[in-house]
């Protein structure tokens, strides 16, 4: 068996090496995605006062950037190209993060950005995890929340909830490069639309982030339309998702594109 010693430079303490005392949380060929001990790096990483914890980081290979989240974190899964369902331990990082006034074992759901390092509380107690489609499954304790939520008299299990993040914000689903709203990325025909709607005056797309195919966050249509015809013809990179299924994963600019119909989405 051969083995590729890799350096990521941020993640060891003198070298970046990436040491077996990490926990890889996920890996992909755009993120990966660990806990670093501080009791290993004798650094407080995430700003609580002590060194006791596994705090999330996030390498960007495409970039070369490493970012400390700062958080005391379990990895839900990528929820846009670059946000994250995150549960933060609210003892483990020493703060009151649901609102609740105390500080408790529980885990509270944030949505992080990998890129800005921001963290956005969703104020749920819980675990949760993404599936492919963008929707999150969150496991919520009956005890904690002191409600029964699935209707048996008790309050003792974990009641499992399905959410769409995206809908929650106002988007609907859609698939990047359906710009003309079909239902289907075919390349010749939504480049065409696109080009026909920037330099003939024709149809407005239905929906503008699904016509950002290249996800800068412009609608461009010479820059657009050739990144989609690259990908089907000359083996170019694909689209960001939502892609090539449809989902209601967005990225950050995508809610500033919109979309004004909902569209034929299977």
């Known amino acids: 068996m051969r083995t590729t010693k890799k350096s990521f430079p941020g993640l060891g303490a003198k070298h970046g090496q990436l040491r077996g005392d990490r926990l890889i949380w996920f890996f992909s060929e755009d993120w990966l995605v660990l806990g670093v001990y501080e009791a290993k790096e004798a650094v407080d990483l995430n700003g609580d006062g002590d060194m006791q ?25 990528f929820i846009s190209s670059r946000e994250a369902l995150l549960a933060v331990s609210e003892f483990q990082q020493g703060m009151d993060l649901d609102g609740s006034g105390r500080i408790d074992a529980s885990a509270v759901l944030h949505v992080g950005d990998m890129v800005s390092g921001q963290l956005t509380g969703l104020a749920i107690q819980g675990e949760g995890f993404v599936d492919s489609k963008g929707r999150f499954l969150v496991a919520l304790s009956e005890r904690v929340r002191k409600v029964d939520l699935n209707g048996d008299g008790r309050l003792s299990e974990e009641s499992f909830h399905l959410a769409e993040f995206a809908l929650s914000q106002g988007l609907p689903s859609f698939i990047r490069g359906d710009c003309d709203g079909d239902g289907n990325a075919l390349g010749i025909t939504d480049a065409v639309f696109l080009l026909s709607h920037g330099f003939r005056g024709g149809d407005t797309p239905p929906c503008l982030a699904a016509c950002d195919h290249d996800g800068d966050g412009n609608v461009i249509g010479v820059t657009d339309a050739i990144y989609l015809l690259n990908h089907f013809f000359l083996g170019g990179t694909a689209p960001p998702r939502p892609y090539p299924e449809c989902a209601t994963r967005t990225l950050v600019t995508d809610a500033d594109l919109g979309c004004a119909a909902r569209l034929a989405c299977p």
Do not use: D, I, W
């Open 53 to 77: 914890e596994g705090v999330l980081h996030v390498h960007e290979f495409a970039s070369g950037q490493t970012r400390n989240m700062r958080a005391a974190a379990s990895f839900g899964g």
